[in-house]
Structures are given as C-alpha cells and as structure tokens.
C-alpha cells in the first residue's frame, strides 16, 4: 500500500514540473549527501533549491497523507530516480533502471511506470458541482460571527459554587469568578475573608488574612467549606 502511495506521489511530483537526472560525478561518488534533500538538489534538473524542492515534496506527502519525514523524503527520492527511468529521463551513468528499481521500491521500472500509469487513469477527482456541494456546506464569515456573537450576547452560564478556583480552569469559569467577586457578598473578618454563594448563607470561598503592623496578609481562595 505504501509502496503505491509513494508511486502516485511521484507521478504527482512528475506533473509539477521536476524531472531526475544522476550524474556522473554523483552516481559514482562515495561521498554522497547523507540529507535526502541534500541529494535531490543534486539530481534535480533545472536548479531547484532545496527549499523548493521541499515545497514540492511536502505538497505531494500531504495530499497523500505522507508523514513528512528524512526518511519519506528518501524513499520519495529513490522512487523519482525509478520512475524517471521509466518515463525516459535523460540518466548519466552505468547504473541500470532495473537495479535502481530493484534497490529502491523491490519493483522493476516496467512495474513502477505501469503503477504510475493505472494510478494516474483510475483517479477519480471532484468534479465541480461535487466542490460546489461541499463548500456549501462551510459556514460563512457570517455564521461564524453569528455563533461568537451567540456566545457572548446569549449563551448563559451558572454561578461557581463552593469550591477552591483550580489553578488551570477554562476561560469562562475565571470570567465567572471574578464576576462572583465582584457582585456577591463579601464578609471580612479579623483573620478570614468569605466571599458567598448567591443565596447569601453559603460560603462559596474563603481566604485567611493577618495584619502584623507592617503587612496585610491575604492568602489564597480556597473552598469556602
């Protein structure tokens, strides 16, 4: 299955506009590139550079669900030099299409260019009023709005109860605690602070509080418990 998606993602990469040389000088170099890219950029026609090379062969992985990885990229790589043999690709160099083949993908070029072929002529794409349905069925600017307007404008939220604020709660509850703070009643004592529950008997939080001459001491909010 891999082996497949890999020769449709060529065939992809074929239609973009890139084709695959080896020359000489690195078909019998010992000190090829380890980076994938790196190689590519070699081998590329046209002087491509690796960031657009990269452009390419991410837009390819994607539409094809490709994790994009060095090792993708590789594979990616070796399946171009396959493919280009078999479409024709001018190749300096001894190395056969067969062998190359047979080392990347386990496949002869016949094989590959035929996968690429029946790939090709079976894809079966949207058509227009197909895209058409579908965006339809995106919400607009406006109906976006309309929900965040509806949120904030109508949605309601119950008042926090008793309980210690949790350090890591969402948005709207430290909104609806500060709110709490700010409407409801407040009790302060000499060594407590009690901020209470709607119904005005229950204490929602409660923090201790000291005055040492110096400094007034207020510690966290806690249950009111």
């Known amino acids: 299955m ?46 491509y550079s690796k960031a657009q090379i990269k452009e390419f062969m991410d837009l390819a992985m ?20 396959a493919a280009s043999f078999a479409a024709g690709a001018l190749v300096e160099g001894a190395a056969s299409a067969t062998t190359i083949a047979a080392n990347a993908l386990g496949a002869s070029a016949t094989t590959i260019a035929g996968a690429c072929s029946t790939a090709l002529s079976s894809y079966d794409g949207p058509t227009e009023a197909e895209m058409n349905t579908a965006h339809a069925l995106l919400a607009t600017p ?34 609806g605690y500060l709110y709490k703070f700010m409407r409801n009643k407040i009790i302060s004592g000499s060594a407590e602070i009690a901020i209470y529950n709607d119904d005005g008997t229950t204490k929602g939080q409660k923090s201790t509080i000291s005055d040492d001459g110096n400094n007034f001491t207020r510690g966290e909010f806690g249950s009111g418990a």
Not at 67 to 79: F, H, K, L, Q, V
Not at 156 to 170: H, K, M, R, Y
């Open 2 to 47: 891999h082996k497949i998606k890999y020769l449709v993602m060529v065939a992809w990469i074929f239609l973009l506009g890139l084709t695959f040389t080896i020359p000489n000088s690195l078909a019998q170099s010992s000190s090829v590139p380890s980076d994938p890219l790196a190689q590519m950029e070699i081998a590329f026609e046209g002087n």
């Open 62 to 81: 994607k539409l094809y669900s490709l994790p994009i990885t060095n090792e993708n990229y590789s594979r990616a790589g070796s399946a171009l030099v």
């Open 142 to 175: 406006a109906q976006v709005n309309t929900e965040l307007l509806d949120v904030l404008v109508t949605d309601t939220f119950a008042e926090s109860g008793q309980g210690a604020p949790g350090t890591t709660v969402s948005l709207k509850d430290k909104i």
